[in-house]
């Protein structure tokens, strides 16, 4: 078994890598636009693991504002998620049921190409679920020598068809 570590091994090809430890886009349903410097809409659902649904929401709000981020280098870079400075869960996200229909956007007045404040918003048929506001960065390539972002592999974005949404 190989170890991926700093320095991996010559002979693990990017697609070996992307396979074994792709980054995960599982939360996001649909890509709904993007709109270059500006924000970025998706839609997804309730989780239906209620232990973690907080962690889940923010996550799906940081996803959102990843494709906002990844848009301003063409999805060539990789992307942390370095900061969160405010995460409001309202009642209504425990309201909702597994399952239940949302809409994330991701907006940011002073996107650079490096990244930025990102404010986020969730919201269900009852109205406001969850906002943020969080660090994006971009970090060039998480694997020195490697092609092709992580972050934004061609499985993700062909499946979500992301550059066909980006005006």
């Not at 993007?34 to 923010?58: G, N, Q």
């Not at 940081?62 to 981020?69: H, I, K, N, P």
């Not at 109205?127 to 972002?149: C, D, H, Q, T, W």
């Amino acid at each position: 078994m190989r170890k991926l570590g700093r320095r991996s091994s010559p002979d693990l090809g990017f697609e070996d890598l992307t396979r074994k430890n792709p980054m995960r886009w599982l939360l996001l349903d649909e890509v709904l636009g993007i709109e270059k410097t500006k924000c970025a809409c998706t839609k997804s659902h309730i989780p239906f693991e209620e232990f973690s649904r907080e962690l889940l929401l923010l996550e799906m709000m940081a996803q959102t504002g990843g494709l906002l981020v990844g848009a301003e280098n063409d999805f060539q870079q990789d992307l942390i998620f370095a900061k969160i400075e405010k995460a409001v869960f309202f009642e209504e996200s425990w309201a909702m049921a597994p399952g239940e229909s949302i809409n994330i956007q991701a907006a940011s007045e002073r996107l650079r190409p490096e990244g930025g404040w990102i404010e986020s918003l969730i919201e269900g048929k009852k109205g406001k679920i969850a906002e943020s506001r969080f660090m994006l960065m971009n970090v060039g390539r998480l694997i020195s020598g490697f092609p092709k972002p992580i972050t934004f592999h061609e499985a993700f974005m062909s499946y979500f068809q992301v550059r066909q949404k980006v005006r």
